[in-house]
């Protein structure tokens, strides 16, 4: 969606309403923009090790 289009849906006066919210947020601490920058790089977690395929023959005893 384009900013064109969010405006149309919105109104003027709504997306006014919400850019003065957004500024009176504080600025995010250095601890958030780390966690944040964590959980969009690897959003799944950390990355599994591979484990070792089993042997066919001792998966069949």
């Not at 709504?14 to 919210?21: C, D, S, Y």
């Amino acid at each position: 969606m384009t900013r064109a289009e969010r405006l149309a849906i919105l109104g003027p006066e709504t997306v006014a309403k919400i850019r003065a919210r957004v500024a009176l947020a504080p600025p995010p601490t250095p601890e958030l923009i780390e966690d944040l920058r964590r959980i969009m790089t690897r959003p799944g977690g950390e990355t599994p090790t591979p484990r070792p395929a089993l042997d066919s023959e001792s998966s069949n005893a």
